[in-house]
C-alpha cells in the first residue's frame, strides 16, 4: 500500500546528541514537509521541501536540519542545539499542484533521556 | 500574523447526535481549506477539503461549511460514532506564497455512550 513511513516510533536523546528521524514516501509525491507537534497544541512547520535538492526553513527551524537527496525520503536531524526537543514529530507529503492535501506519516515520538 | 483557531478546544456529544466543530480563520488571501482527524498517537488523517470558491461540500457523514464573510469553517459529522472520537483540526493555506499550511489548536470531540 501507498503510504508515508516514519521510524522510529519512539527515540530517545542524551544530552549533546544530534538525533536523526526517518520519512519515506512511495506516493511519488512532490512536496514533504516536518511538523513539531507539542501537547494539545497544533502543529508547527519544521522545514519543507518542494522538489529534490532543495528545502526551506519553517516556522520553528533552529536547531534542525535536512536533507532531500530523494524524491522518496526527507530525512529530519534534531541537533544539540535544540534545547527543547521533547514533542511529536510529524511527516507529511503533498501531490504537485495546487489544491492538494497534504498526507500525513504516524509520526516520532522524541524523548531526552 | 495569520492565524487560524477554534472557537471550542472540547466537545461532548452523545453517541448518534450531530457534532459541529468550527474554525475561524484571519487570513483572506486563504483559499483551501482542509479538516484533519488525529487519533491519540497517529498521525492527522485527511478528512475533507474546500475550495474558496465553493461554501459547502458534503462527504461520508461529514459535511464542511465555509462562510467568507465571517472567515469562518465548521466540520458537521452526523450519526457520531465512539470511533469518532479524536482531535479534529483546521487548516488553511493562502494562494500567495509557498502555499504553506496553517493549523488550528484542535478540538477533542468526545463521544459519549
Known amino acids: 500500500d501507498g503510504g508515508i513511513t516514519q521510524s522510529p516510533k519512539y527515540l530517545f536523546r542524551k544530552e549533546g546528541q544530534n538525533v536523526t528521524l526517518s520519512c519515506e514516501q512511495n506516493?511519488?509525491?512532490?512536496?514533504m514537509y516536518w511538523y513539531r507537534q507539542d501537547p494539545g497544541q497544533g502543529l508547527r512547520l519544521i522545514y519543507y521541501?518542494?522538489?529534490?535538492?532543495?528545502?526551506q526553513k519553517g516556522d520553528i527551524a533552529e536547531g534542525y536540519s535536512v536533507s532531500r537527496e530523494k524524491k522518496e525520503s526527507f530525512p529530519l536531524t534534531v541537533t544539540s542545539a535544540q534545547k527543547n526537543p521533547t514533542a511529536f514529530y510529524l511527516c507529511?507529503?503533498?501531490?504537485?499542484?495546487?489544491?492538494?492535501?497534504?498526507?500525513f506519516g504516524d509520526g516520532t515520538r522524541l524523548s531526552i533521556l | 500574523g495569520e492565524s487560524v483557531g477554534l472557537h471550542l478546544p472540547t466537545l461532548s456529544v452523545q453517541e448518534g447526535d450531530n457534532s459541529i466543530i468550527n474554525c475561524a480563520y484571519s487570513n483572506s488571501a486563504s483559499d483551501y481549506f482542509i479538516w484533519y482527524k488525529q487519533e491519540s498517537g497517529k498521525g492527522p488523517q485527511f478528512i475533507i477539503d474546500i475550495r474558496s470558491n465553493m461554501d459547502k461540500r458534503q462527504g461520508q457523514r461529514v459535511t464542511v461549511l465555509l462562510n467568507k464573510t465571517v472567515k469562518h469553517l465548521s466540520l458537521q459529522i452526523a450519526a457520531t460514532q465512539p470511533g469518532d472520537s479524536a482531535v479534529y483540526f483546521c487548516?488553511?493555506?493562502?494562494?500567495?506564497?509557498?502555499?504553506?499550511?496553517?493549523f488550528g489548536q484542535g478540538t477533542r470531540l468526545t463521544i459519549n455512550p
Open positions: 507529511a507529503s503533498m501531490k504537485g499542484g495546487v489544491n492538494q492535501p497534504q498526507h
Open positions: 506516493l511519488n509525491h512532490d512536496a
Open positions: 487548516a488553511e493555506r493562502s494562494n500567495q506564497g509557498a502555499q504553506k499550511l496553517v
Open positions: 521541501s518542494q522538489i529534490v535538492n532543495d528545502f
